[in-house]
């Protein structure tokens, strides 16, 4: 499965590189001498240390801190303290496991599994909802950044993403612009798209560029996220990381096109800011009404609720599989 780990705004120049987890393994994405991206296993193959302690930086080479073996950027053992001294020690077996790399637009992916699928297999139709849309994703480029701590299992926080029957309570500032009988909920394979059309008198008027007329909120299987707000190019990709049953780790990274000015950037991030700050509450909550262990089933109007009815049968689909082997 494709992760979104970054932006290329992180690694401008060779030897920039950060470091992220996938699950429990640590990973290293660095730009190398050539101008690739490169993804490893953040594990020392001598007693299994992490290569990389810092969050983000430039390097030259990755040095072990523990005994101090140091692998070139693209993943190869160099050298090894004594290492000559070693009877039958070959180097070449100790390069650090790849991780896969893709890139979509700024954004970049990664994969632990060699016989993945191709990142454009597992988002389907998300490229041409984005370019339908009216994005073009080469023109816009990293502004903010934002990590929220959910005390709620990460399905949870899913659901309350797919379904907007909750947005009349919760989000009244939200549904004042939007036409909510209109709302629509598109499921295709692994995406599940939320289409929200904006009302007329609240569309942005712009003069110089184009307009995105209406709000297409997409999830894909299983932890991604790509908001398209109506109004001047942007996109909003979160990345949901499970911390543990009860807790999940939102990663937000905004993305602007150039002509979008601060104050309207401000406006942009303030709209998806606020919605989320609504959601948590209610999350959290529904958290610890699940963990009361009271609620075996609950029951779903699916005239409002066809998207975590159909979020249900993707997590339904992915326990069969890994039952079945
Ligand atoms: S664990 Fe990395 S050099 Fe020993
Ligand atoms: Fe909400």
Redesign the pocket.
């Known amino acids: 499965v494709w992760h979104y780990v970054g932006h290329v705004g992180q690694l401008a120049k060779p030897g920039d590189f950060f470091t992220t987890r996938l699950d429990r393994v640590p990973v290293v994405v660095v730009r190398d001498e050539t101008g690739a991206l490169r993804g490893h296993v953040n594990v020392?193959r001598?007693?299994?240390?992490e290569?990389v302690h810092d969050a983000s930086g430039n390097r030259r080479s990755l040095q072990?801190p523990?005994?101090?073996?140091t692998y070139a950027l693209d993943g190869r053992l160099l050298a090894a303290p004594k290492a000559k001294d070693q009877p039958g020690f070959d180097p070449a077996e100790c390069s650090l496991p790849p991780v896969q790399i893709e890139q979509w637009g700024p954004l970049i992916f990664a994969n632990l599994s060699g016989a993945a699928r191709t990142l454009a297999e597992q988002f389907e139709v998300l490229p041409s909802l984005v370019t339908d849309a009216g994005i073009d994703f080469a023109s816009v480029s990293f502004r903010r950044h934002d990590v929220h701590n959910v005390n709620a299992n990460w399905k949870v926080v899913v659901e309350n993403y797919l379904e907007c029957y909750h947005c009349s309570v919760v989000h009244p500032s939200f549904i004042k612009t939007t036409n909510l009988e209109e709302f629509r909920i598109v499921p295709y394979g692994n995406v599940i798209t939320e289409v929200v059309p904006t009302k007329e008198e609240y569309l942005p008027r712009v003069a110089d560029g184009p307009v995105v007329n209406q709000g297409c909120y997409s999830y894909v299987w299983p932890l991604f996220i790509l908001n398209i707000f109506p109004g001047k190019t942007s996109a909003f990709v979160r990345q949901l990381i499970p911390v543990a049953v009860d807790k999940t780790q939102v990663v937000y990274d905004f993305f602007y096109a150039d002509e979008v000015s601060a104050e309207e950037e401000e406006e942009l991030w303030q709209t998806g800011d606020q919605i989320f700050r609504e959601d948590i509450p209610m999350v959290e909550s529904v958290q610890r009404g699940l963990s009361s262990g009271t609620l075996e089933v609950g029951r779903l109007f699916l005239t409002e609720e066809v998207g975590p009815q159909y979020f249900k049968k993707l997590v339904l689909k992915a326990l069969t599989r890994e039952h079945e082997g």
Do not use: I, Q
């Not at 001598?46 to 240390?49: D, K, N, P, V």
């Open positions: 020392c001598h007693r299994g240390c290569v072990c523990y005994h101090a073996w």
